[in-house]
């Protein structure tokens, strides 16, 4: 048994550690400890809300749904478990995408379920209408929620990049009259809330709801490939927004504090992101930023252009008579798997005396922190990893830069192009350097389906072929 002063306690305690684990995941060499609050926290949470339901089933007020609790339990833990252990780190956007899906749709689920016997969730008698201010937070908790879930659905395929469906596609998809249909719908969404608040009918809350889901896929196609991890920031934050929304109608206040918490995380990272990526941030939350339609192809339809190429050993001597080697790691290095065989190359490059950084964009990869949690996997030293703020005035006084799949972060264009769809977009500034050294499969175009100037650049020298095969044989040249 557990008393409701002993659960409020417990909630509070687990409200600290996910405040603790925010502090903790906000530097390098806090993460462990944050991520061990968090795990506390959550913990602690769960079975809290564990002991609260066996206490209320021993009353006799929830006997009935007891099993199907536990069984959601040892289901969502297990699939959790085994999904934690399978993913690869190349798959960690997508994994991230499908868990923001997931919470979404929880929040749809339950909403339902409080419209369909709110007397069950204590929000009124049996027989009662729900109170207007709870049909409020319904109404904004099973939006938010399915905006969250067919977005996020959305964001897994062009993550995926292997499905055929045109929506999953890097590809922006745009057309004439997309954000007045947009507007439009969200408008009759608003309305058919505002009908549900007044009548509390099934009508306008199904309606409202598929208007929501509907919503949540034409908001997230118009963005392109190269501005998912600003995606994946922003669905974060509304999944938060969503869990909090329905912690309301719950009268919850662990769902209500963990909600907020990471809604408002995300929407500040999502500003973070965006003034990385020269974006308005209220195109962001109405969908309406990505690359122009048409960008893609057009750089796909570029003359041949002859570029300056060569061998892993001819990238070592370089590297090796240099004194200062600044590493920029790219998506292309966690298709590889290859951060392990590149802090060996770090390593022995500082055994020779060279001295070794790596520059970090904020948007490299396909999530926030791709690149950073790729090279802590290494365990490359906190000390060697700088962020682009604070390594882009060196880049001039470096004698070589290895871009390892790394392409639109390092784009010249996105500063001496005015016309280009990334113009304006802070960049690590690679190419101040004495000689580059780019590492890629073959010349294809970035994400953002653009030709990167740096490639045919007098000083930059291009090694083709898979990155952890280039690096392992740059090892072995090094002296």
Not at 292 to 313: D, F, I, L, Y
Not at 434 to 453: D, F, H, P, Q
Request: proline share 4%; aromatic share 8%; charged share 15%.
């Amino acid at each position: 048994m557990i008393s409701m002063d002993l659960v409020t306690l417990l909630y509070l305690i687990a409200s600290v550690c996910f405040i603790q684990a925010l502090k903790g995941l906000s530097h390098p060499t806090t993460s462990r400890r944050g991520n061990a609050f968090g795990m506390a926290g959550m913990a602690i949470a769960v079975l809290t809300t564990a002991a609260l339901i066996v206490t209320l089933a021993a009353q006799g007020s929830a006997a009935i749904g007891l099993g199907r609790v536990v069984l959601g339990l040892l289901i969502g833990g297990t699939l959790g478990t085994i999904m934690a252990k399978r993913v690869e780190m190349t798959k960690m956007p997508e994994l991230v995408a499908f868990m923001h899906s997931m919470i979404g749709l929880a929040a749809v689920a339950i909403a339902i379920a409080i419209v369909s016997e709110p007397h069950a969730f204590g929000i009124a008698a049996q027989g009662a209408p729900i109170p207007t201010g709870n049909r409020l937070e319904l109404f904004i908790g099973t939006f938010v929620g399915a905006i969250t879930f067919s977005g996020s659905v959305i964001a897994f395929g062009k993550l995926a990049g292997k499905y055929k469906f045109r929506l999953f596609q890097g590809a922006p998809v745009v057309f004439r009259g997309q954000h007045m249909l947009n507007l439009i719908v969200g408008l009759a969404m608003i309305a058919c809330g505002l009908w549900f608040m007044a009548t509390q009918a099934w009508l306008p809350f199904i309606i409202m709801a598929l208007l929501a889901f509907a919503l949540g896929v034409m908001i997230i196609i118009p963005i392109g490939g190269a501005d998912m991890p600003v995606v994946v920031s922003m669905l974060n934050s509304y999944s938060g927004w969503a869990a909090a929304g329905i912690g309301f109608s719950l009268n919850n206040p662990m769902l209500i504090i963990a909600g907020s918490l990471v809604g408002s995380s995300g929407a500040i990272l999502s500003y973070i992101m965006c003034k990385a990526m020269n974006r308005s941030f209220f195109n962001v939350i109405l969908g309406g930023f990505g690359a122009e339609p048409g960008a893609a192809a057009s750089a796909g339809g570029s003359a041949q252009r002859n570029v300056k190429s060569g061998s892993p050993e001819d990238a070592a001597f370089l590297m090796s008579n240099a004194e200062t080697v600044v590493i920029v790691p790219g998506y292309g290095l966690a298709v590889a798997r290859a951060q392990h065989a590149l802090k060996e190359l770090a390593e022995k490059l500082a055994d020779s005396g060279v001295t070794v950084k790596y520059a970090i964009h904020p948007v490299a990869g396909r999530m926030p922190g791709h690149m950073n949690v790729l090279l802590a996997e290494a365990e490359v030293p906190y000390d060697q990893v700088f962020e682009m703020e604070d390594i882009n005035g060196e880049f001039s006084q470096t004698d070589v830069v290895l871009v390892l799949g790394a392409n639109d972060v390092v784009n010249p264009a996105a500063k001496n192009d005015p016309a280009s769809p990334i113009a304006g977009m802070p960049i690590l500034e690679a190419y101040k350097a004495r000689t580059v050294i780019v590492n890629k499969r073959s010349m294809a175009a970035g994400y953002a389906g653009l030709e990167n100037e740096l490639f045919y650049m007098d000083k930059t020298m291009m090694v083709f072929g898979d990155a952890k095969k280039v690096i392992e044989d740059m090892v072995k040249a090094v002296e």
